[in-house]
């Protein structure tokens, strides 16, 4: 009887030696791939097949996931480019991440639910996320004024999301409180009171809409708990200064890479001690606990994965993704290529392949690169 790994062995052989031969590499008898074959001949022949005539590639490679984020909101989004930290963030642990927004200082829900600007940004691309962010105050008011007036702003905008793209992932950006409150309301008139009642609408929310919560707020009050003597504002103690804007793209880079933030080798103008600090706590806050924001993962995760056979300048790839629906390939930046298993030709004084395989799914696409030395 032949063993199922046996099976998959001359599946292969059959493959390669088949594009041997299509390339005029006949010189060797097909009597080894019969039912009477030896498998140990089969390996020493197969060995001695690739030493002579060709090359099948062990190569460097590196995955990437590609995602796009539009951030909507105000100042508590730009301060410091936040939306961007979180982009080199996400590219030092190979996420290519396509990032934009659509901010305008001291607005609110009602600005973005009425602004043209902010359609036409929905409406640009099929977004992998879209962040939305309220005023600093918006959802540290009475619930009756919530239901009356954010709750429908905001349901505006996502409903736009959503009618553009049903893949797309809406986050809501948990904001924090003021540095002391807010002192023209006594139910928010001290730090502790105001984080609280901005927590618990922002969770209310996300769960009504069916959103991810990016618990920035909640990290901000664990911070700020643990380390009293590092400042995360700004000198007018609402807007954050570069700690506070590092903290909120950690926990944004957590939230949607699912990637742990502790060690992430990217350059920022902050104590190393506070940066390990922030990165701490995202962990502890964001990365255990994403069911608690409504975070989960993929239900069919994509995996990329390719082989490269190149006999005398004629080369071929043989798919081995799991899971996508399509797949294209570009070879040293050629135009895409639409197949599946895409045959080609290296020029000639060609020393190196630089060959990248993009597996999409409905919903995200993820790419491996391969980096191949003739």
Known sequence: MVKSSDKKIRKAIRKIYNFALKTSLDCFNLYFLNSKFNFMKLRILLVLILLINSKIIMAQQSVQQNISVLFIGNSYTFMNNMPFIFQEMAKAEGV??????VVEGGKNLLYHSTNPETYE???SRNWTYVVIQGHSNEFATPKTEIEQKSEVYLSRIIDSIRTNNTCTKVILYMTWAYKNGNKNWEPINSYEKMQKMVIDNYIWMAKDFNTI???VGKVWQSFRQKY???NLYFEDERHPNLNGSYLSAT??????????PIGIPVKINIDPVIKQHIETQVFNLVSSKFPEWRNYPEEYPIEPGFDVVVVNKKGRIYNNSKDGIEVRYKINGSESIDEQEPEFTVPNRTNELIIEQTVGGVCRSVSLTRKIEL
Request: hydrophobic share 30%; net charge positive.
């Open 96 to 101: 290519n991440a396509y990032v934009d927004t």
């Open 251 to 260: 926990t944004f880079f957590t939230t949607i890479t699912r990637k742990s």
């Open 121 to 123: 940004k929905i409406r």
């Open 228 to 230: 009293p003597d590092e």
């Open 213 to 215: 919560l990016s618990p």
